[in-house]
């Protein structure tokens, strides 16, 4: 797997962060070897990056890659494919799979899967409980230890809502130094919820999640991190008032940390009024005030980055009735243009806090030394180049995922991913995932 028999790619006039003046960039051997103008390279791949912005290489916390179990609607493959074009050099691939990755089987299947399709570093998310049910802990320990070598550990999808099971996991997984990424919802007040409780969801007849459901596990939560002097992550924030329990939580000294997806910073639930189930999501979409107050949350810091929840549903789960449809949307392939969106253009970010909070923060979240690092030479070359002129209209057919529940349907977003290199390999270009079998290697 090593880069050693690649050819050399040379990146020719990329703005680094968008900052200063064009510069070549040499990739060889799966680092970065050069940073200069006017640089050459016999037999090297060329990319014309003129006016284009390079960054590290996107981590994603937060992929459902659904194999094993539904591979009718994403494989390790075609996930990897859509992360690949989505810029992301590494993703979490999340633990509620059929069977669930409660087991080291699972977990390695997933890891070895990845590195297999070769593009993406696919990290397998074990499972916090056995099932996912909630009751029994799971073999953290021995999935930390496998091949796969888990460090991030979820029930996502439901929450590890046991307070003392919640609080044993913290203790155990302090000790082996991996993260608890926690789905915070309250189940007992989301019996039957299926969209964000206010003025919406009461004159559209849907039943009511409150936002306390998600605000109660993020108090308690924080509470137990901090008696445990344990770490704990908080999956898709969507709420105002889980910011200020943050923000407080961390005035404190609680290691917490915050993830926020694309469609809360952009969307709220006056998409409702159609009854479109492809608006269908856990947590729900909430009010425009609180889609504001996790963006401000994001370019202050609050919030620490970006985490698509890439959700991928088969048709009949998604075009049924509302309340029978599944939650979920897909997220990968338009993550970046919707930050650039949202965040860029009203300059609540420069493309240096793009940089942090898709690639820097998620890596040092999680403690991945290859990925996330600066743009410098002797640095392992996981790069995405984007084209920040670029606008583009989303048809979820033309989307590399197998399903295509995109809430983005036809909507133009600006900026485009043009390249991306996972250890000086390019696994996208131009709108086309480069597999191993296209590259001619292994
Ligand atoms: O909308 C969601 N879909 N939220 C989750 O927590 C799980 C996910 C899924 O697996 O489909
Ligand atoms: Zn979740």
Redesign the pocket.
């Known amino acids: 797997m090593s880069g050693n028999n690649d050819t050399a790619v040379l990146i020719k006039g990329a703005l680094l962060y968008g900052e200063g003046e064009p510069v070549d960039v040499l990739v060889a051997d799966g680092e970065i070897r050069r940073i200069g103008t006017d640089l050459d390279a016999v037999d090297a791949e060329i990319i014309d990056a003129r006016g284009q912005v390079l960054l590290p290489g996107f981590v994603d916390l937060h992929t459902?890659l659904r194999e094993p179990g539904r591979e009718d609607t994403e494989t390790i493959e075609s996930g990897s494919a859509a992360a690949a074009l989505g810029g992301y050099t590494a993703v979490f691939a999340?633990a509620?799979t059929a069977p669930v990755a409660d087991s080291v089987v699972v977990t390695d299947h997933v890891w070895r899967r990845g590195r297999e399709v070769g593009l993406v570093d696919v990290y397998p998310v074990g499972a916090v409980t056995v099932g996912l049910e909630g009751k029994q802990l799971a073999e953290m320990g021995t999935m930390a230890a496998g091949v796969g070598a888990v460090r991030m550990f979820s029930d996502?999808?439901h929450c590890v809502y046991d307070p003392l099971i919640m609080r044993r996991a913290l203790e155990y997984a302090n000790s082996l130094g991996v993260l608890i990424a926690q789905?915070a919802e309250e189940p007992r007040l989301t019996q039957g919820a299926i969209a964000h409780e206010g003025p919406t969801a009461a004159r559209l007849g849907l039943a009511g999640w409150p936002r306390a459901a998600e605000e109660s596990i993020v108090a308690r939560d924080a509470l137990l991190a901090r008696d445990a002097g344990a770490r704990v992550h908080i999956c898709?924030a969507s709420t105002a008032g889980t910011v200020e329990l943050v923000r407080w939580a961390k005035s404190q000294g609680i290691s917490i940390t915050a993830e926020v997806t694309p469609h809360h910073l952009l969307l709220d639930d006056s998409r409702l009024e159609t009854y479109d189930a492809v608006n269908k999501?856990?947590p729900p979409l909430r009010e425009a005030s609180d889609a504001a107050a996790l963006r401000q949350a994001l370019a202050e810091g609050i919030i620490d980055c970006v985490a698509t929840?890439h959700?991928p549903?088969a048709e009949q789960d998604k075009c049924c009735e509302f309340a029978a449809a599944?939650?979920?949307?897909l997220g990968l392939e338009t993550a970046l243009s919707i930050i650039v969106q949202t965040m860029v253009e009203p300059g609540l970010l420069d493309w240096r806090g793009v940089a942090r909070v898709m690639s820097e923060r998620p890596a040092a979240i999680v403690g991945l030394d290859e990925h996330g690092r600066p743009l410098e030479v002797g640095e392992p070359a996981n790069l995405t180049l984007v084209d920040p002129k670029a606008s583009w209209t989303v048809r979820g057919k033309e989307l590399a995922s197998i399903s295509n529940n995109t809430p983005f349907e036809a909507m133009t977003f600006p900026a485009r991913v043009t390249a991306t290199l996972l250890r000086g390999r390019v696994t996208a270009r131009d709108g086309k995932a480069l597999g191993a079998a296209l590259r001619g290697g292994s």
């Open positions: 459902h999340m509620n996502d999808g789905h898709h999501v856990n929840d959700a549903h599944r939650p979920g949307m």
